[in-house]
């Protein structure tokens, strides 16, 4: 097992999750510690084509909600084991911008398929490659729609109504309170710098490996 993390980013739309990806970077970039960042749909050659059949091929608009749930999950079942996976074995820190809560909250709670279902789907995509934190950037749905109105086009869910986005930011706050260990809220309505400081704060605290004690670490680990 890896002394350095798989670190998930979760949240709505705008939630400021790659902003916060970005930033951490800088700090594990001083510590000269080895990381890989992931994002999905995406992240493999195979991955970024589903992303684009997910997220803007006009045939996308008569995709069913079992075929979407499908695709993300393939998706992710080749980014862990194509990167992922060798990326921890090779003792690297990963930091996924999206992970298997976004299909439990996306798929599930808003698209209201079987939760059940899901997570079944989801153990299957991804093995035992679990995450060992996820920070939910957590936001109102004001903020989130305000911030998805930038100058790029819309993909194919930021179409979706209010209520669809009421669900998803419900599901992820029901679900950061059902599995306290791993998940940690933060207010996203914070600064990006206060953010980052807490996000940064919690990480060197946990995984004292991220802060560059890698020597040590690995020396505590072989005794
Ligand atoms: P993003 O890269 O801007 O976060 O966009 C990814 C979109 O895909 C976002 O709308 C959330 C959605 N999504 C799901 O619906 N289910 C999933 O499993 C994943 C990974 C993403």
Same mark, same amino acid.
């Given at each position: %097992?890896? $002394?350095?993390?798989f670190i998930?980013?979760?949240?709505s739309e705008?939630c400021g999750?790659s902003t916060q990806?970005?930033l951490?970077?800088?700090r594990?970039?001083?510590?000269?510690?080895r990381?890989?960042i992931?994002?999905?749909?995406?992240?493999?050659?195979?991955?970024?084509?589903i992303?684009?059949?997910l997220?803007f091929?006009?045939?996308?608009?008569s995709?069913?909600?079992?075929t979407?749930v499908l695709l993300?999950?393939?998706?992710?079942a080749?980014?862990?084991?194509?990167?992922?996976?060798p990326?921890?074995e090779n003792?690297?820190c990963v930091?996924?911008?999206?992970?298997?809560?976004?299909?439990?909250?996306?798929?599930?709670v808003?698209?209201?398929?079987d939760?059940k279902m899901?997570?079944d789907l989801?153990a299957f995509?991804v093995?035992?490659c679990?995450?060992d934190i996820?920070f939910f $950037?957590?936001?109102d $749905?004001?903020t989130?729609?305000?911030?998805?109105k930038?100058?790029r086009?819309?993909?194919?869910?930021? %179409?979706?109504?209010?209520d669809?986005?009421?669900?998803?930011?419900?599901?992820?706050?029901? $679900?950061?309170k059902n599995?306290?260990?791993r998940?940690v809220?933060i207010e996203?309505?914070?600064?990006?710098?206060e953010i980052e400081?807490e996000?940064w704060?919690m990480?060197?605290?946990r995984?004292?490996?991220v802060a560059?004690n890698?020597?040590?670490?690995i020396?505590?680990?072989?005794?």
């Amino acid at each position: %097992m890896s $002394l350095l993390p798989f670190i998930t980013f979760e949240g709505s739309e705008g939630c400021g999750k790659s902003t916060q990806v970005r930033l951490l970077t800088g700090r594990l970039e001083k510590a000269g510690v080895r990381f890989l960042i992931t994002r999905e749909p995406g992240g493999t050659a195979i991955g970024e084509s589903i992303r684009e059949l997910l997220q803007f091929a006009p045939q996308s608009a008569s995709m069913t909600p079992e075929t979407e749930v499908l695709l993300f999950e393939a998706s992710r079942a080749q980014l862990v084991r194509e990167i992922i996976r060798p990326a921890l074995e090779n003792e690297n820190c990963v930091i996924a911008d999206r992970f298997f809560d976004s299909t439990t909250v996306y798929q599930g709670v808003a698209r209201k398929l079987d939760v059940k279902m899901i997570r079944d789907l989801n153990a299957f995509a991804v093995g035992d490659c679990m995450p060992d934190i996820t920070f939910f $950037l957590d936001i109102d $749905l004001k903020t989130a729609r305000a911030r998805m109105k930038g100058p790029r086009r819309p993909d194919r869910m930021e %179409m979706q109504p209010d209520d669809f986005y009421e669900r998803v930011i419900e599901g992820y706050r029901e $679900l950061a309170k059902n599995e306290p260990k791993r998940f940690v809220r933060i207010e996203g309505s914070q600064s990006p710098d206060e953010i980052e400081r807490e996000i940064w704060k919690m990480l060197a605290s946990r995984f004292p490996a991220v802060a560059g004690n890698r020597q040590s670490a690995i020396g505590n680990r072989q005794s």
